[in-house]
Nanobody, 124 residues
C-alpha cells in the first residue's frame, strides 16, 4: 500500500515562502499521480495542485496560480510544493494524495491514498 508523509509546514509571515514535501513509501512514486490539497478550519478540503506520474503535466487552483509550483523527483520518491508570496488565506493543513490515474482534476475523491497532513500558518 502506498504511504505518504508530508513535511515542511510551519509558521511564515505574509509574503514568505515554504516548500512542502510529500515522501512516498510502499510503492515507487512514478506509478502515481499526486495532488496537494488543503483544509482550513471549518472549510472543506480543496485541491491546490496536481502532477502527472511523469511530471509532464500539472494543474493549479486559480487561487495559487503564479505563486505555487508543484514538482516531483521520482528518484527520491518525493513530490514538492513550492509556495511563494504566501497569504494569510493560505493557512490550512496541507495534504498530499496519490492516484493511479492523472486527470488534471483537483477533486479529492479521485485520490485513493493520503498522508497525515502538515500545518501551514501564514501570519504576522
Amino acid at each position: 500500500q502506498l504511504q505518504l508523509v508530508e513535511s515542511g509546514g510551519g509558521l511564515v509571515q505574509p509574503g514568505g515562502s515554504l516548500r512542502l514535501s510529500c515522501a512516498a513509501s510502499g510503492f515507487t512514486l512514478d506509478n502515481f499521480a499526486i495532488g496537494w490539497f488543503r483544509q482550513a478550519p471549518g472549510k472543506e478540503r480543496e485541491g491546490v495542485s496536481c502532477i502527472s506520474n511523469s511530471g509532464g503535466s500539472t494543474n493549479y487552483a486559480e487561487s495559487v496560480k503564479g505563486r505555487f509550483t508543484i514538482s516531483r523527483d521520482n528518484t527520491k520518491n518525493t513530490v514538492y510544493l513550492q509556495m511563494n508570496s504566501l497569504k494569510p488565506e493560505d493557512t490550512a493543513v496541507y495534504y498530499c494524495g496519490g492516484s493511479y490515474y492523472y486527470t488534471g482534476a483537483l477533486g479529492q475523491y479521485e485520490y485513493d491514498y493520503w498522508g497525515q497532513g502538515t500545518q501551514v500558518t501564514v501570519s504576522s
